[in-house]
């Protein structure tokens, strides 16, 4: 089990306030202050400092911070094996951001869960940061996500390099400059997700924003924003590969501009020093079977 103090230094960590994490532990402010001297006893280094009123973590704060974290995914996880090992059955849990959820793993699943009959699978689809938080708590084992996150933190393999696209449902001729579409309405996804936040940086390199276009459709749903797009609804951007099928079928079109070439990684990542890091290696060999598939 992780220990109470450990246990406190996250929730202090969580917070950065001792009342808000007293509060959570269902313990004393006291108590909490105790627990943290205590760790900075054992570890003989000072964890948080006092700027003005605002808590922070000192450098050798935010290093227990990453371990206390991975200690606290492994112990959940060891849990689950152990429960996994009293039924008889093996456990499942990871997380992917909607493309990758959608168009990436669904191949590899359906072949684990028949040569699996009794595993028990859980996927969690949601954005990058939420997908973060769920593998700190130890709520999924490890992600394949298309956003950003802090390499520190994570261990993390590559799986893919993706073409990042804009799509009408009408053949055009060339654009010189991505300005040259600002006309059109643009259908894009929610605030949050990955492939919204790879357009809006592109456009923020060109000094521009998604609000320069003449409208905006704000959709979290990639087969509704294809089925906007082939019916005329405006044009959107999203990976090639959650397209590709309605590409095939001549429902809607890439765009050529030829000042935005995007392409973005889709990683598989999993928390940094995990004792499980070989297990979560063996899955990503697997995923990367199915490539091309």
């Known amino acids: ?34 627990h943290i001297h205590a760790l900075e006893d054992y570890y003989g280094a000072k964890l948080f400092t006092y700027e003005g009123r605002l808590l922070r973590l000192t450098p050798a704060g935010e290093e227990l911070r990453r371990a206390a974290l991975t200690l606290m995914h492994d112990q959940k996880e060891l849990c689950k ?7 008889h059955k093996t456990n499942l849990k990871l997380g992917a951001t909607r493309t990758a959820g959608d168009f990436v793993l669904p ?14 699978v859980s996927m969690v689809i949601d954005n990058t940061h939420s997908l973060l938080e769920r593998l700190d708590s130890g709520e999924i084992d490890f992600a394949l996500v298309e956003g950003y996150f802090p390499k520190n933190e ?22 010189e400059r991505v300005e040259q579409l600002f006309s059109n309405r643009l259908i894009v996804r929610e ?4 492939s919204r936040e790879i357009l809006e940086q592109f456009l923020h390199s060109r000094n521009y924003s998604i609000y320069d276009f003449n409208s905006l ?8 924003m294809l089925s906007l797009t082939a019916k005329g609804c405006g044009i959107s951007f999203m990976y090639r590969c959650g397209a590709e099928e309605y590409i095939r079928k001549g429902l809607i079109h890439p765009l050529e501009i030829r000042d935005c070439h995007i392409s973005h990684d889709f990683c ?20 990367s079977l199915y490539k091309s598939v």
Not at 22 to 29: F, P
Not at 191 to 194: D, L, N, T, V
Not at 271 to 286: A, E, Q
Request: charged fraction near 20%.
């Open 107 to 120: 191949s590899f699943l359906a072949d684990y869960m028949k040569a699996n009959q009794t595993a028990n």
């Open 1 to 34: 089990m992780l220990d109470i103090k450990m246990e406190t230094f996250i929730y202090v960590c969580k917070n950065m306030n001792y009342t808000k994490a007293a509060n959570e532990l269902n313990i004393t402010q006291p108590a909490v202050s105790k």
């Open 154 to 175: 994570y261990d993390y393999r590559v799986y893919s390099s993706e073409e990042f696209v804009g799509l009408s449902n009408k053949k055009m001729p060339p654009f």
């Open 191 to 194: 605030g949050g997700s990955g």
């Open 81 to 87: 094996r152990i429960s996994a090992i009293e039924e």
């Open 217 to 224: 459709a704000e959709i979290n749903s990639i087969h509704t």
């Open 268 to 287: 598989f990542i999993w928390r940094k020093g995990s004792i499980y890091s070989s297990d979560y290696l063996d899955i990503f060999n697997k995923i």
